[in-house]
């Protein structure tokens, strides 16, 4: 199965060889895309370094900030392009774990998606501040009550079994922010798709700081409520996406 992990950078320079070093020990059968959003502080620079001692790592530009959302949705159709079957996303700031990705391979076996949750055990965000976990739990708290999806909705670390998967079904997500984590999956939900959860802790940051500032909290609320009213029309759109052959169309 062919296997692609893929994570968004902006400004990790910190992290980046860090992070690709901790992948590489887990001896895995996969490909490594990064995509960095013209990071002013040289991480691109960094990747491009480290891309010309392994072929397995692919290394993609932007021209600037577009949003996290848009990025994972850039990924990802770019993996249909490539011929993907399966892909994993992960953050860069070594809040995710590497030791947990063998897991969410091995779990797409009778899973289309599978979701690390914060959620499954009591301790997972034990270092982190008050403020992140009243914002997640918030966020955790309305995807479910709102848009009935009854999974960690608003995490990055994640695997989509992309020969599963129609194509276009990430087409109908608009998100370009970090409201993509939840509308993806309530489209994902909708759809069909075989979810699965796995418990994951996240350790806080330890270098570099977070991307998320309160615009893009105000922002993903308002998407949140358009999407409420949403459900219907989405429906009847991925209604059209049945046909097994075109997955990839």
């Known amino acids: 199965m062919k296997t692609l992990l893929f994570i968004p950078t902006y400004n ?6 860090r992070i690709y070093e901790l992948i590489k020990a887990q001896n895995l059968d996969i490909d490594l895309l990064f995509l960095d959003d013209n990071s002013p502080d040289g991480t691109g620079r960094i990747l491009d370094e480290m891309a010309k001692h392994d072929p397995r790592l692919c290394v993609l530009h932007r021209t600037g900030k577009l949003g996290i959302g848009s990025a994972h949705q850039h990924a990802i159709q770019w993996a249909y392009d490539q011929g993907y079957s399966l892909v994993v996303s992960m953050d860069c700031d ?5 030791e947990h990705i063998p897991e969410f391979i091995q779990s797409t076996t009778d899973s289309d998606v599978v979701v690390g949750s914060r959620f499954m055990h009591g301790e997972s965000l034990a270092e982190w501040n008050f403020l992140r976990k009243f914002l997640t739990h918030l966020g955790h708290f309305l995807t479910r009550h709102v848009l009935r999806v009854p999974y960690d909705a608003t995490g990055a670390f994640r695997s989509y079994r ?18 993509f984590f939840f509308e993806s999956l309530h489209v994902l939900c909708l759809s069909g798709a075989r979810v699965k959860e796995i418990p994951i802790e996240l350790p806080i ?11 893009d909290v105000l922002a993903s609320l308002q998407r949140l409520l358009q999407l409420y009213g949403r459900s219907f029309y989405l429906k009847s759109k991925l209604s059209k996406l049945n046909q097994p052959e075109s997955h990839n169309a």
């Open 12 to 17: 990790e320079q910190e992290n980046v060889q």
């Open 205 to 215: 940051r330890t270098h570099g700081q977070s991307k998320m500032k309160l615009t």
């Open 162 to 179: 992309l020969d599963r998967i129609h194509r276009g079904v990430f087409r109908l997500v608009k998100s370009s922010g970090y409201a």
């Open 94 to 98: 070594l809040t995710h774990p590497p």
